[in-house]
């Protein structure tokens, strides 16, 4: 494992009469207004770990707008630590700059970032920089690079309609949709919107239907409102939860008997239990086997 940002870091932390008593681990994913990306977020694992294993006793400062209920910034009272940490992203900006100001009392250093301007407030207020890149030591390895990480969830496609007019007072196409998706960003998944609509302009879009049958056939599960994200998901072997939009059923529905595809749920019957049944059931060895039997690849 190549730990050199994290060792260094420790390095100086364990310095002599220097070891943290209580230690504030911060980065872009703390700011209400700033972001987290998977980046910042392996990186805050990989610190954390390594700071837990040297038993130095730290929290994390997490934005309101990601992981609302948990310390921020807002609530964390600069006089309960002796040192702050700041890991990933650039030192860069107002935002970073602040923390100099609030935190003053506390030693500051930074890991694992990217030093842009070195005049910049944000850069000489810390202490220490551990820099990944922007200094004139070597690069860097980057921290979510060897940072711990769970289990990969599965890749979940997502193929919605939001059309289909001709079915005129029956169409539950935006409750349906509002439903599937609030249920999605709760469960442990990747997801990957995907447009069976095809077009040589756009490059979101596929351009070829072998494009599409290509996306497909990577996914764990497709979850789908339209008829062919029923069809061509089965047609690749990709296990399929198939939601009718249209009340009392119609192509999807009738699509789902001719195939003889059971994971199939009717608009006025959508809920959060049932979609979880087929859920669990297109991820098992069952639900594989049987979109294996409609394979044409």
């Known amino acids: 494992m190549h730990d050199d940002v994290a060792e260094a870091v420790l390095r100086v932390l364990r310095g002599p009469g220097r070891a943290p008593q209580r230690l504030l681990l911060t980065g872009w994913f703390s700011f209400r207004d700033g972001e987290a990306t998977a980046g910042d977020v392996l990186a805050q694992q990989h610190m954390s770990a390594a700071l837990t294993g040297a038993g130095i006793r730290h929290e994390t400062a997490w934005s309101p707008g990601f992981r609302p209920g948990e310390l921020s910034l807002e609530t964390a009272d600069p006089r309960a630590y002796d040192t702050l940490l700041f890991v990933c992203g650039p030192v860069h ?13 506390c030693r500051r250093l930074a890991a694992g970032v990217s030093v ?7 850069v000489t207020g810390f ?11 070597p690069a860097r390895r980057d921290l979510a690079a060897d940072a711990p990480a769970g289990p990969l969830p599965p890749v979940a496609g997502v193929v919605l309609s939001h059309g289909q007019g001709e079915y005129r007072t029956r169409r539950r196409h935006a409750e349906v949709n509002e439903r599937i998706t609030g249920w999605l960003a709760g469960k442990d998944c990747a997801r990957v919107p995907a447009d069976s ?7 979101r879009l596929c351009a070829t239907a072998e494009q599409f049958l290509s996306l497909v056939a990577r996914l764990d599960v497709v979850v789908t409102t339209r008829l062919h994200g029923l069809v061509l998901g089965l047609r690749t072997g990709t296990p399929v939860i198939a939601v009718d939009p ?13 195939l003889r595809w059971p994971a199939l749920v009717a608009a006025d019957a959508l809920a959060p239990d049932i979609l979880d049944h087929w859920w669990e059931w297109a991820l098992s060895g069952a639900g594989r086997t049987a979109a294996a039997c409609h394979s044409m690849s």
Do not use: E, M, N, Y
């Open 93 to 105: 900006g107002p935002q970073v700059a602040a923390l100099h100001g609030r935190f003053g009392c």
């Open 246 to 258: 249209v009340a009392g059923g119609a192509k999807v529905s009738a699509q789902a008997r001719a």
């Open 127 to 137: 202490d220490v920089i551990v820099a990944r890149d922007g200094t004139a030591g």
């Open 116 to 122: 842009v301007d070195p005049a910049d407030p944000a």
């Open 197 to 203: 609509r095809l077009a040589t302009g756009d490059w």
